[in-house]
């Protein structure tokens, strides 16, 4: 039973555009979410999380939105750059962000010149 | 800083033999080192936590004996997958976390791709 999921495999932008990439979670004890993106031949690095006290956290280009009655979330990126090309995984976790990642499927963004 | 490093990063196995794969924290201490494991088009799924000095956690389904974990110091830990079947091949992918560290505080390996053949 997938508990995040990223519904989107792909996500195709124009520079200087925004992305936006979302995430359905079913796990109503899920009170943290992070957002890692991927490089191949990379591990996951950390980009931007959120706790469930709140509904939006933004760093920079990247905002992280959460609607808890909808069990959704939301990265968006702007404006999108050809670097930012990658795979984007959505995690959940629970107490708090001590209880182990579950990770969704992911989701190829490329971000064309 | 906190970087995590695999070894190796690729390897190709016989159906029936055993193979390692070492995770290290190169500059910090990790505490806990977890074992994660993507087929393809899937999401990472934990296999097993690793606290440095104990016994390994393993998740539901996972078999404990199959996949050896050892976490021996506080920069090493190695998955040792044993008696290998094709059913085996994945991407394998650590990640370690420092001491006192929330659990989402992880650093992530590379990743190690192995085939069984």
């Known amino acids: 039973d997938q508990q995040v999921k990223q519904n989107s495999p792909s996500l195709s932008v124009q520079e200087g555009r925004i992305s936006i990439l979302n995430c359905d979670y079913t796990?109503?004890?899920?009170?943290?979410f992070l957002w890692y993106k991927k490089y191949p031949a990379e591990g996951p690095t950390f980009l931007i999380s959120?706790?469930?006290?709140?509904d939006k956290n933004e760093d920079g280009r990247f905002t992280v939105f959460l609607n808890k009655s909808a069990k959704h979330l939301s990265l968006h990126i702007v404006p999108s750059q050809p670097g930012d090309s990658a795979v984007y995984f959505c995690?959940?976790?629970?107490?708090?962000?001590?209880?182990?990642?579950?990770f969704g499927k992911g989701t190829k963004l490329t971000v064309n010149p | 800083g906190a970087v995590v490093s695999q070894h190796p990063s690729w390897v190709i196995c016989k159906s029936g033999t055993s193979v390692k794969i070492e995770c290290r924290s190169l500059?910090?201490?990790?505490?806990?080192m977890f074992w994660y494991r993507q087929f393809p088009k899937q999401s990472l799924m934990l296999m097993a936590t690793?606290?440095?000095?104990?016994?390994?956690?393993?998740e539901q389904g996972v078999e404990k004996d199959k996949f050896l974990i050892n976490h021996a110091s506080l920069t090493l830990s190695t998955l040792t997958v044993t008696s290998a079947h094709p059913e085996d091949s994945s991407f394998y992918i650590c990640?370690?976390?420092?001491?006192?560290?929330?659990?989402?505080?992880?650093?992530f390996g590379p990743g190690t791709r192995l085939t069984v053949t």
């Open positions: 959120i706790s469930s006290i709140k």
């Open positions: 995690a959940a976790s629970a107490q708090g962000g001590s209880e182990k990642l579950v």
């Open positions: 796990n109503s004890m899920f009170d943290y």
């Open positions: 690793s606290n440095e000095g104990s016994k390994a956690t393993y």
């Open positions: 990640s370690a976390r420092a001491r006192g560290a929330i659990s989402y505080e992880q650093y």
């Open positions: 500059d910090f201490q990790a505490t806990t």
